[in-house]
């Protein structure tokens, strides 16, 4: 399996939008209160241009076919970061490339002083809440700061 894990490009914005998109679509996600319909998810290079955020994207076999971020969101802890926007196409899924691409997030929140990562997901999004799950992440009872997805009914969070 031919991976590269790189920092997002301007070039790429089109094309995750497009995958964040899809990935919603045929979970049954895609709807007002998520990322679906949030304007910087066709923005994604200049969000990322934000202090303290990276976004990371993974080529397959030369192909764009998602990515993973952090981003330092309004009204988290101390110390805390939100894993955002990990969406891998239907033919990335289930070749670790997600767990891949979270832990060298992980790494990179890490250079940044981060000592704990949160995250909103929906239970739609079955499969990426069982990666969660097995990466160590646990359940919290109310969300973090505000990120404006108030479909997210799903909260975890992991210390680094």
Same mark, same amino acid.
């Given at each position: ?99 891949? #691409?979270? /832990? ?7 250079? =940044?002083?981060?000592?704990?990562? @949160? &995250? %909103?997901? #929906?239970? /739609? ?7 969660? =799950?097995?990466?160590?992440?646990? @359940? &919290? %009872? ?19």
């Amino acid at each position: 399996m031919d991976l590269v894990i790189r920092p997002i490009q301007q070039k790429d914005n089109l094309h995750l939008a497009n995958i964040i998109r899809e990935v919603l679509t045929q979970f049954g996600a895609n709807k007002p209160g998520t990322v679906f319909t949030d304007p910087t998810t066709d923005a994604l290079y200049e969000l990322f241009q934000t202090p303290k955020s990276h976004y990371l994207v993974a080529e397959l076999e030369g192909k764009l076919v998602g990515g993973c971020g952090i981003f330092p969101t309004h009204g988290l802890p101390n110390g805390c970061t939100e894993i955002v926007k990990l969406y891998l196409s239907e033919n990335a899924r289930g070749k670790g490339i997600g767990k891949r #691409l979270i /832990e060298a997030i992980f790494q990179l929140a890490k250079t =940044e002083n981060y000592t704990e990562v @949160y &995250l %909103e997901t #929906l239970p /739609e999004l079955h499969i990426a809440v069982g990666l969660y =799950e097995h990466m160590g992440f646990k @359940y &919290l %009872e109310q969300p973090y700061g505000n990120s404006g997805h108030f479909a997210c009914d799903l909260w975890m969070s992991k210390t680094l």
